[in-house]
Structures are given as structure tokens and as C-alpha cells.
């Protein structure tokens, strides 16, 4: 009973470290997107433009909406996602 205690604790660690990475990783992507819209005077068409190598594996993903929008996102659970909307500036 310990021994399973201990171990879904440490699972619950593990997949909120998780978690927190891809958040970090996704706010300096969105940071490099933007900084690439300064300097161009657009956005991105992909993100083999400003040098990530996109695959459909992720973990993030970058969709340009029209030419001044773009959502970022990344999976958090099985069939859950966290979807950043540059229009909004927020989370959903």
C-alpha cells in the first residue's frame, strides 16, 4: 500500500513538472513569435521560419489564424490541451 502511494505520488510529479515545461517552452516560443513579427512586419507562416522544426508528434503547436493572429498549443492530458490565442493574449 506504501509502496503504491509513493509511486502515484511521484507520478503526480512527474506529470506536473511535465506540465510546467511545456508552459515554459510555449511562453518562449510565443516570445520568438513575436519578436519575429516585430522585425518582419508579420507573423510566421510556420514555425520552420523562425527555426523549430514542426512535426505532428508537437508538443507544440502553431496554427496562424490570419495575418495578426495565431494560436499556440500544447496537450496537457489525454485529449486536453491548453490554447494560447495571440489575439486575446490568454489561456484557454
Do not use: F
Request: hydrophobic share 35%; glycine share 4%.
Amino acid at each position: 500500500m506504501l509502496i503504491r502511494l509513493i509511486l502515484m505520488s511521484m507520478l503526480i510529479i512527474l506529470i506536473s513538472s511535465c506540465k510546467t515545461d511545456r508552459r515554459h517552452n510555449a511562453m518562449e516560443l510565443i516570445q520568438r513569435v513575436e519578436e519575429y513579427q516585430t522585425q518582419r512586419h508579420r507573423l510566421p507562416k510556420s514555425l520552420n521560419e523562425i527555426g523549430i522544426i514542426e512535426n505532428e508528434s508537437g508538443p507544440l503547436y502553431y496554427q496562424l489564424i490570419d495575418s495578426v493572429t495565431y494560436q499556440l498549443s500544447y496537450g496537457t492530458d489525454l485529449g486536453e490541451s491548453e490554447v494560447y490565442n495571440s489575439k486575446t493574449k490568454n489561456w484557454n
